[in-house]
């Protein structure tokens, strides 16, 4: 199983540029997560899919739209690129185990640089 | 909102001495905690995580966490320290998702360099 797996690895762009950051899971996980991390500030959510089919905000979704494919593939779309947007952006998945308790496993990233 | 707090950003330790990474939590509700790793240019893994079963709880890699009440931490140690160690951890408290899943807050992390 190759767990989590996110493309690009890196990726520079120009202010007000748009880019799709691709996401999928092998773990037939339900629920998958998009999380940017900045230094000094941990781990933010952006948007999660708690199901195939829905999707919801997180703590900082501005500048940023999410497709659930299918149960798979989770998608992060940025439509106008903003320097505040330079981040390191990690996908996520939990399969659902109830109770606050699941397990997310995360991906390697995407480190993304917007000039 | 729940909330965790990592005491250090940077924790400096000999190789073959304690490990001691702090959390302390926010919360109206028993929480469930988590500690991630983090290698570098790599993602998160997870190391343990308290789900109220028992207020010790043992990870990967000989690590260990014990949850107390009564001083709302969930402390990370390590008896003995790795020069592969030297990563940075993350705590994490975690608020159920309507329809499934789970958010997790997290810390801001605490960097842990191991000193030959």
């Known amino acids: 199983n190759a767990g989590v797996t996110q493309t690009p690895k890196f990726q520079v762009l120009k202010t007000g540029q748009s880019m799709t950051l691709q996401c999928a899971q092998d773990m037939n996980h339900n629920s998958m997560y998009w999380y940017r991390q900045d230094p000094g500030m941990g781990l933010r959510l952006i948007y999660y899919s708690a199901s195939e089919g829905t999707t919801d905000k997180g703590e900082v979704p501005n500048g940023y739209n999410v497709s659930r494919l299918n149960k798979r593939e989770f998608s992060l779309r940025l439509e106008s690129a903003a320097p505040s947007q330079t981040s390191v952006y990690f996908c996520?998945?939990?399969?659902?185990?109830?109770?606050?308790?699941?397990?997310?496993?995360f991906g390697p990233g995407t480190r993304l640089t917007v000039l | 909102a729940q909330s965790v707090t990592q005491l250090g950003s940077h924790v400096s330790v000999s190789e073959g001495a304690l490990v001691l990474l702090r959390c302390n939590y926010s919360s109206s509700v028993p929480p469930y905690l988590f500690w991630y790793v983090q290698y570098p240019n790599q993602g998160l893994q997870l190391l343990l995580k308290y789900t109220s079963a028992a207020t010790l709880v043992k990870g990967i890699n000989g690590f260990e966490a014990e949850f107390k009440k009564s001083e709302t931490s969930f402390h990370l140690t390590k008896p003995s320290a790795h020069m592969s160690d030297a990563a940075e951890y993350f705590c994490?408290?975690?608020?159920?998702?309507?329809?499934?899943?789970?958010?997790?807050?997290f810390g801001t992390g605490t960097q842990l360099k191991v000193e030959l």
């Open positions: 996520a998945s939990s399969l659902l185990a109830g109770g606050g308790t699941d397990t997310q496993y």
């Open positions: 994490a408290v975690s608020d159920l998702i309507t329809g499934g899943g789970n958010k997790l807050t």
